[in-house]
């Protein structure tokens, strides 16, 4: 009986084919499958990249990491480093994510300004538009900060980060913002507000140190309460938005890592910022665009016909607030991901303590601009809105030293000349 070895052993019983060399026949059948593989790849390769050059850019991606930008390297360490190396052992090192946002612009540029180290992070999104992200990256490079261009969900990015500097403090800026557009996107505001934020305070409970923490909560977590002024012992359980919502989950998860990993954290409750290098999806900054286009602009009314308001606060003392918060913050008690003794936690509210009416707002707009606008009055839209909002700093002021002496009319006319400024065919940026 001949003897059946692996290579010519038939697929189907009785089926043997003594007669050819099973070596070159195995060969033969090897290589028909590995074209074939070859030939499929090619196909599925090429279908992939089809896919990804049709599809539209994702509201959340950064442009330039679309294209392969990467983190690491010795030549990016030492530009981390350098970003965030202080002028002197009483300085901060702080990373600020959120860096080419509109509040993280400013704060970067001031503590610079003051002698500390500061490193920037940023994913660049698209929520609104990413030329004025990056003309707000040009201006800090000119002044020495660096921002990394990477996204808070990114935790072998942050825990590098916290390798090559020991950051005393963090200054937490990046999030989702806006109020109606949460409706629209709702998974971005869990992903940068809730995942994004969770992600970060794990990467600062496991430094060593590990930094103190100041994050930007919202005036919105006030939600539906009426008692005015709001003040931070205010109930903070009807939030009117879910961008209002994840702010409240901020608070919650804050004291959580608090008192498990003695994090010293501090929330700061900002009143509808606004000034130069603003957001363009915020109203002051849309209503000028479209008052000069002599576009119609939309002034919302409260249901019962009664004034909407805010307490527009200026960046500039917005500002001031985030580094008193930064310079009377404690050291967290923990290290490497344990508690060592109880560390200091705290809230407080940053508004200017003046409502403003949005059509009072747009009367300012039409004599800085020189221009009538095109006026709609409609109700309030049940979208996430609130009627009225109005600070008690008196904490802030205790404790932070925060005093803002900026009314509306003069930040929006140092908002107006910028704008001008900036959209002007002049501009460099
Ligand atoms: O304090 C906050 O924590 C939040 O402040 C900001 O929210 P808001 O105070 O809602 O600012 P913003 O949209 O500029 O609307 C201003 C006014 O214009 C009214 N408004 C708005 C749009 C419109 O078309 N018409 C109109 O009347 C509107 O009804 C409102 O009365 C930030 O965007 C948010 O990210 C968060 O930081």
């Known amino acids: ?37 070859t030939l499929w790849s090619s196909f599925f390769l090429a279908f992939i990249l089809f896919l990804f050059i049709l599809s539209p850019p994702s509201p959340s991606a950064s442009p330039r990491r679309a294209l392969g930008d990467s983190w690491g390297g010795s030549h990016w360490e030492k530009r981390v480093a350098k970003s965030a190396r202080r002028s002197s052992s009483s300085s ?23 002698g500390d180290g500061v490193l920037g992070l940023d994913n660049f999104n698209r929520y609104y538009d990413p030329n004025l992200k990056r003309a707000r990256q040009r201006l800090l490079d000119r002044a020495g900060v660096f921002i990394v261009d990477g996204d808070l ?12 500097v020991p950051f005393t403090h963090v200054m937490h800026l990046a999030a989702q913002a806006g109020v109606r557009y949460a409706m629209q996107n709702p998974g971005s505001y869990v992903h940068s507000n809730i995942a994004g934020f969770v992600n970060l305070l794990e990467a600062c409970k496991n430094a060593n140190p590990q930094p103190a923490v100041v994050w930007a909560s919202s005036s ?28 409240k989950a901020g608070e919650e998860i804050a004291h959580s890592y608090n008192h498990i990993y003695g994090l010293a954290i501090t929330g700061l409750r900002f009143f509808t ?35 909407v308001a805010r307490d527009f606060t200026y960046i500039d003392d917005i500002v001031k607030g985030c580094l008193g918060a930064l310079d009377t913050s404690k050291k967290s008690t923990g290290s490497g991901g344990k508690k060592k003794g109880p560390a200091q936690l705290r809230v407080f509210n940053l508004g200017n303590t003046s409502p403003v009416p949005v059509s009072e707002l747009v009367a300012i707009l039409e004599k800085l601009l020189k221009v009538k606008a095109k006026k ?21 002021h205790r404790d932070l030293g925060y005093r803002p002496t900026t009314d509306l009319e003069t930040g929006l006319r140092k908002f107006v000349k910028w704008y001008l400024e900036f959209y002007s065919k002049k501009s460099s940026w």
């Open 92 to 114: 901060l090192a702080v990373l600020v994510t959120g860096a080419s946002g509109f509040v993280g612009t400013h704060v970067s540029l001031a503590l610079k300004r003051r």
């Open 1 to 37: 009986m001949s003897q059946v070895n692996e290579h010519n052993a038939p697929s189907t019983p009785g089926k043997l084919k003594p007669e050819k060399s099973p070596y070159i026949h195995h060969r033969l059948r090897i290589h028909s499958s590995l074209s074939k593989l």
């Open 376 to 396: 709609k009055m409609l109700p309030m839209p049940t979208n996430g809105d609130v009627k009225f909002t109005h600070a008690n700093i008196s904490l802030a």
């Open 153 to 164: 969900n990114d935790a072998v990015l942050l825990s590098k980060l916290f390798d090559v």
């Open 273 to 307: 910022v606004y000034g130069p290098w603003g957001r363009p999806d915020m109203a002051y900054f849309f209503f000028t665009k479209d008052i000069l286009k002599g576009k119609q602009i939309t002034i919302f009314e409260s249901p019962d016909g009664g004034t």
């Open 220 to 247: 919105s977590v006030y939600g539906l309460n009426s008692k005015v002024p709001f003040s931070e012992k205010d109930r903070t359980d009807q939030p009117a938005s879910l961008y209002a919502a994840s702010k």
